[in-house]
């Protein structure tokens, strides 16, 4: 794949917008495709969600909270019949007969009215949030065939007593708001009234020998699991943290990789991580500064003044250094990875002029007394060329005499260094506002796992969570 289109296709997110139509197409079969695909194109992918779980899970309170942040329509798969039966709409006309009659309203036309509801205009602009349904596998299936497909599919558990518990204290006013007397007061000033009681044992028990199935035929989709036996705010921490990702789509994903941070960060720990995971090309240019300056060619013979005399190279022959091996058939095909690099804006715009632009950015943040430890205890063996840490990696006694420190490495120097690195942090992070920041004073595979996690769900910085 040619690097600039795959970075285009990125950039507009064209793959899951392919994976859309295509959806939609074989869901809906039109006898005019284009027409589809048209009006496809008129709306944003708003956020479509499920939230999923018994009866007094708190279902109802986190569709307000989402409604709240980001305001999708709440469509109550318990109620929808009842609402669009007094529209007079036409799934709401078929439901009616049944109403009138006083008898249980079909899955098929539940069914009918959730499409009929989540196809209307506010819908399509806003998103949704379907709430108390589906509840069996046959109903699941019976949306997805009918286009119904969410972007974000929310699991919600707690232990059955505490269910059990909340399921007795529920209130709720005169709009249907959901309250506990206990756990989620009303305002002083609400009128509230004890909520219809069901019978929770057979509710439960009904629920949970269904959601093997449901969750089975969820398989695939963009799903997380929300214990909610913890504060409120707790839990919407985390389900506004997961519908700020996004599933990765089918894409080819060829990694086009940054990873800044100051010395000592773990920069180059993490950024060989990453190529050996991703099979991409690691580039530290210090090493192509020592490759080009040992070789007989122009770049090198510019590049030998500035170093022989610890000088800081120009960008314009650093950024030359970089994009020159950043063009290279292995980098085109398997994806970079650049390890500390860009350093300062100026460079970062050089990068994107010559139309290099990341996919994935990190920050490695490390507190600046964690970094001067991890430099000043440093140690090289003089004959073995091995390197030590005087509390990480404890040399054994009978070389100890011998290790050396490198000048680079004392506090003076390193202190310095980290001073002068933490001064671009802020023009880095405002050029690539999608930089994921991890915390890199943890263990090495922590921070790793991490990453990677950032990696396979990225963030959606454009989210307005």
């Known amino acids: 794949m040619n690097a600039d289109f795959a970075a285009y296709a990125e950039k507009h997110d064209i793959f899951r917008l392919f994976e859309t139509m295509v959806q939609e197409l074989i869901v809906h079969q039109p006898e005019d495709p284009l027409n589809l695909i048209s009006d496809l194109l008129k709306y944003e992918q708003a956020p479509t969600i499920v939230l999923y779980g018994p009866s007094a899970i708190g279902k109802e309170t986190l569709a307000e909270k989402i409604h709240e942040k980001i305001n999708t329509v709440i469509v109550d798969g318990r109620t929808i019949a009842q609402t669009l039966a007094k529209e007079g709409t036409p799934a709401g006309f078929q439901a009616k007969t049944y109403l009138e009659k006083n008898e249980v309203i079909p899955d098929s036309v539940v069914t009918r009215c959730i499409v009929e509801r989540v196809n209307q205009d506010d819908c399509k602009l806003r998103g949704w949030t379907l709430i108390g349904y589906p509840n069996t596998r046959e109903q699941s299936l019976a949306l997805q065939m009918e286009g119904?497909?969410?972007?974000?599919?929310?699991?919600?558990?707690?232990?059955?007593?505490?269910?059990?518990?909340?399921?007795?204290?529920?209130?709720?006013?005169?709009?249907?708001?959901?309250?506990?007397?206990?756990?989620l007061p009303p305002p002083p000033e609400a009128k509230t009234s004890e909520a219809p009681?069901?019978?929770?044992?057979?509710?439960?028990?009904?629920?949970?020998?269904?959601?093997?199935?449901?969750?089975?035929?969820?398989?695939?989709?963009?799903?997380?699991?929300?214990?909610?036996?913890?504060?409120?705010?707790?839990?919407?921490?985390?389900?506004?943290?997961?519908?700020?990702?996004?599933?990765?789509?089918?894409?080819?994903?060829?990694?086009?990789?940054?990873?800044?941070?100051?010395?000592?960060?773990?920069?180059?720990?993490?950024?060989?991580?990453?190529?050996?995971?991703?099979?991409?090309?690691?580039?530290?240019?210090?090493?192509?500064?020592?490759?080009?300056?040992?070789?007989?060619?122009?770049?090198?013979?510019?590049?030998?003044?500035?170093?022989?005399?610890?000088?800081?190279?120009?960008?314009?022959?650093?950024?030359?250094?970089?994009?020159?091996?950043?063009?290279?058939?292995?980098?085109?095909?398997?994806?970079?990875?650049?390890?500390?690099?860009?350093?300062?804006?100026?460079?970062?715009?050089?990068?994107?002029?010559?139309?290099?632009?990341?996919?994935?950015?990190?920050?490695l943040d490390v507190p600046r007394s964690e970094e001067t430890n991890r430099i000043t205890q440093r140690r090289v063996d003089p004959i073995t060329g091995l390197f030590y840490h005087l509390t990480n990696n404890i040399p054994p006694e009978e070389i100890a005499e011998r290790l050396k420190q490198r000048p680079t490495d004392t506090e003076e120097v390193v202190r310095k260094r980290i001073i002068e690195a933490e001064a671009f942090y802020p023009e880095l992070l405002d050029f690539y506002k999608k930089t994921v920041t991890v915390d890199g004073s943890r263990p090495q595979d922590e921070v790793f796992e991490e990453i990677e996690r950032f990696m396979v769900q990225p963030i959606d910085k454009e989210a307005t969570f």
Request: charge should be positive; charged fraction near 20%.
């Open 148 to 183: 119904v497909l969410c972007s974000h599919f929310v699991h919600l558990t707690a232990p059955r007593d505490v269910l059990e518990f909340r399921a007795q204290g529920r209130l709720e006013n005169e709009k249907g708001a959901i309250f506990h007397s206990s756990l």
């Open 197 to 363: 009681r069901t019978n929770f044992e057979a509710d439960y028990d009904e629920f949970m020998k269904n959601t093997k199935e449901v969750l089975r035929s969820f398989a695939g989709y963009h799903t997380c699991i929300i214990n909610t036996d913890q504060p409120l705010d707790d839990v919407c921490d985390v389900l506004f943290s997961f519908m700020a990702t996004k599933r990765r789509s089918r894409a080819p994903f060829v990694p086009r990789t940054i990873v800044f941070g100051g010395p000592g960060a773990g920069k180059t720990t993490q950024a060989q991580h990453i190529a050996n995971k991703y099979k991409a090309i690691y580039i530290n240019p210090q090493d192509l500064v020592a490759k080009a300056i040992s070789s007989p060619s122009k770049i090198g013979s510019a590049l030998q003044p500035y170093v022989q005399r610890g000088m800081m190279i120009p960008d314009n022959i650093y950024t030359k250094l970089v994009t020159q091996r950043l063009s290279e058939g292995d980098c085109t095909t398997h994806g970079w990875v650049l390890d500390g690099y860009p350093i300062t804006r100026s460079q970062a715009d050089a990068l994107e002029k010559a139309r290099f632009v990341p996919n994935f950015v990190v920050f």
